[in-house]
Every structure is written in structure tokens, then in C-alpha cells.
């Protein structure tokens, strides 16, 4: 009876073992499962701290953005673009003025829409444009106007430009070096520059040539030279 006891205990014993050997797989096996499912939460937080981060980089360029231009009636928007229009006319039209003279330069004013005249020979101080002589008025007003033609070239076709009056006011050298910078304008934007003047130095500088003359009352001649 002893060796059937003894043989009833190992094998009770083996049972046991192999139920606890089943459960501890079973516990081994849940584990890497659930193991399996961590390291997949940790690579999948990752991700979306990586796509947090990125948001939070776009939101923050959004918000400056919106500080910058963003108003419900799209003013600050409208300024902006007007602002840099506005410095665009000042550029061209200082490298306009700069052919005429190397005295002067214009420069936008950093918080409104005016136009700075800058005198190199006052130590590159502001000049009051209520200062300028007539000659020197003209040629600024000549420029602004270069300028903003030379702008609206890049996206408008201009095939005219007139300009009237205001030579009368230049010395000889003056008038030179503007028909000279007018001549680079024609070449730069490909359009023609008429001349309205009563100018006496014009006569015979510019070719065509068109001659208004009163011969009677309420009668003009008309010449093409």
C-alpha cells in the first residue's frame, strides 16, 4: 500500500505542478501581451507628442499671423499690403531720383504713408519738401511718378506716359540728365514718354516734334517735326 500511496502523491504532485507550470504560461503569455500593448502605447504617445509639437508650431505661426494681419474687418491685412506697395514705389522711385542727382534719396517713412526726402549734403538729415525750389520739386514729383509707372509695368502694360509741364524750371544740365534717365525709363518698361512743355530748351532735343502755334483767334497750327 505504501509504494501505490507514495505513487498517488508524485503523480497528485505532478498534476499540481503541471496546472501551476499552465498557469505561470498563461501569466508569461498575458504579460507579453500586455508588454506588446505598452511598448505600442509608448511608440503611438510618442507619435502624438511629435504631432502635438508640430500643431503647436503651426498654431504659434498662425497666431503671429493673425496678430499681424488678422482682423474681423481686414484692415490690418490691407495696411500691410499697402505698406509694402507703398515701400516698393519709394525704392523705384528713389533709383529714379538718383539719376537726376546724387544729393538726394527717398525713403518711406517707417510708420505712415509719406515720403521722406533725405539731403546728402545736410549730413543725410530730413528735408522739409516745402523747402525745395521749383527745379528740385519736379524732379522729385518726376521720380514718384517714374516710380509708380515702373511698378505698375510689372503687371499692367503702359503704353503711354505723358509728363506736363515743369521743364521750364531745370538749368540746361538738368534737363539733360532727365531726358537721359527718361530714355533708360523707355527702355526699362518699353513705354513711350510724351513731353507736354513750354519749355524754349526742348525745342529741337526731342524727335518727333509736335508744334502747337496760334495763328488766329480760337485757331491753332499744328507741326510735326
Known amino acids: 500500500e505504501e509504494p501505490d500511496e507514495m505513487q498517488q502523491a508524485l503523480e497528485s504532485r505532478q498534476f499540481a505542478f503541471q496546472q501551476h507550470l499552465k498557469t505561470v504560461r498563461e501569466q508569461y503569455s498575458e504579460a507579453q501581451t500586455r508588454l506588446a500593448m505598452h511598448r505600442l502605447a509608448e511608440e503611438q504617445i510618442q507619435s502624438y507628442e511629435s504631432q502635438k509639437s508640430q500643431l503647436g508650431e503651426q498654431a504659434a505661426q498662425w497666431a503671429k ?24 514705389l519709394t525704392t ?3 533709383k529714379h531720383l ?18 521722406c ?3 546728402q549734403d ?14 528740385e ?16 509695368s510689372e503687371n499692367v502694360e503702359m503704353a503711354n506716359l505723358f509728363i506736363d509741364e515743369g521743364f521750364d524750371a531745370l538749368s540746361g544740365s538738368e ?26 530748351q526742348l525745342i529741337g532735343t526731342i524727335m518727333p516734334e509736335v508744334r ?14
Open 65 to 88: 499671423l493673425s496678430d499681424l494681419i488678422g482682423s474681423a474687418d481686414g484692415m490690418k491685412f490691407r495696411r500691410m499690403a499697402q505698406r509694402a506697395i507703398f515701400e516698393l
Open 137 to 152: 520739386k519736379f524732379l522729385v514729383s518726376l521720380s514718384l511718378a517714374m516710380g509708380l509707372a515702373t511698378l505698375l
Open 117 to 119: 526726402l533725405i539731403d
Open 175 to 200: 534737363i539733360q540728365l532727365v531726358l537721359t534717365a527718361l530714355q533708360h525709363f523707355q527702355k526699362e518698361t518699353n513705354c513711350k514718354v510724351g513731353i507736354l512743355s513750354h519749355a524754349p
Open 98 to 115: 538718383r539719376r537726376f542727382s546724387q544729393r538726394y534719396c527717398l525713403q518711406s517713412h517707417p510708420e505712415t504713408f509719406e515720403v
Open 122 to 135: 545736410l549730413l543725410s538729415q530730413p528735408r522739409d519738401i516745402k523747402s525745395l525750389n521749383a527745379g
Open 92 to 94: 523705384n522711385a528713389d
Open 212 to 225: 502747337l502755334s496760334k495763328i488766329l483767334a480760337g485757331k491753332t497750327r499744328i507741326a510735326i517735326q
